[in-house]
């Protein structure tokens, strides 16, 4: 509304003459929107009224919060999460889904925003590495993770890398707008998936907010790993996960020329480009280094 017409409105709140009877106790308490500057210590110093539009929001921060331990505003922002069995409903099968554990990377990306930008929109989820093991948990063990977001700008898109210790890295992509997907070609009849619902992961009140359509994702990834078992599924690489507005709607996934498509109601929400499952390769060495037939060339390998 009009900046004057919202201090007409809170100007007769203010000078409004206390009656219990109307609910008027004498006491006003304007809460605005939150914008996108705010701050990891606001999480816990605010407290939103029932049905304020940011409350929601916040409460889906804080949940996935962690502890921090890092943050340059607009630069890095480095985080530690601690899941113990038994006290997170989202483990109750004995392991953090690859789904979950992107929820908890793009609320760490939330924290690194452009300077003097608009909220930006997360375009894609790039050259994404995960290894599938250590997502595992045991009755004598936590799950214990921190996260590394680095922002900066690249090729006209702001461009977040993140390194989640111990078990992968991956890259967000944000622009001012979500890009329309186009028709990627299906090569094979799509298959139905569930309805993506919040309470069916937490089974708590006040579940956070997904980011991302876990059943979809879930099916998907089912798909590409079938008949790749054992030591040789242990990684799980994509190249690209792009995502729109409205993803949370998907009610059916294709498998695609580029790799899966997901609809919501006849209209492309997910790209999915490239998934495989394969073993998890040492890092290289300087021992990898060998001589070939030329005394003068040196090949070093390196795995990426």
Do not use: K
Not at 108 to 117: K, S
Request: with cysteine; aromatic share 6%.
């Amino acid at each position: 509304m009009p900046p004057e017409v919202a201090v007409a409105h809170w100007q007769a709140e203010l000078t409004a003459p206390h009656d219990p009877d109307a609910g008027r106790s004498g006491e006003v308490t304007y809460f605005g929107r939150l914008g996108v500057v705010w701050r990891p210590g606001t999480l816990r110093t605010i407290v939103l009224p029932d049905g304020h539009p940011d409350a929601q929001r916040t409460a889906t921060a804080r949940r996935l919060l962690g502890t921090v331990e890092t943050f340059d505003e607009h630069r890095l922002f480095a985080t530690r999460h601690r899941l113990t069995p038994g006290s997170e409903p989202h483990l109750a099968d004995g392991e953090l889904s690859p789904a979950m554990l992107l929820e908890y990377v793009l609320a760490t990306g939330d924290w690194v925003r452009p300077e003097n930008r608009a909220r930006q929109h997360l375009l894609e989820i790039g050259d994404l590495t995960m290894d599938l093991p250590a997502l595992r948990l045991s009755r004598a063990t936590d799950l214990d993770f921190g996260i590394t977001a680095r922002g900066a700008w690249s090729d006209g898109l702001w461009t977040v890398r993140v390194a989640v210790a111990g078990i992968g890295a991956m890259t967000l992509r944000y622009a001012a707008n979500p890009v329309p997907l186009a028709y990627e070609p299906v090569v094979a009849d799509g298959g139905a998936v569930s309805p993506h619902r919040d309470a069916d992961l937490w089974c708590t009140p006040g579940a956070p907010r997904s980011c991302l359509p876990h059943p979809a994702l879930a099916a998907i990834l089912e798909d590409a790993r079938r008949g790749t078992e054992g030591a040789d599924a242990q990684r799980l690489s994509i190249d690209r996960l792009v995502l729109l507005p409205g993803c949370l709607d998907v009610d059916i996934v294709h498998r695609s020329a580029g790799g899966y498509r997901a609809d919501a109601a006849g209209v492309p929400v997910i790209a999915v480009e490239r998934v495989r499952f394969g073993p998890i390769e040492p890092p290289a060495t300087p021992d990898s280094a060998f001589r070939t037939g030329s005394r003068d060339r040196v090949l070093v390998h390196t795995n990426r």
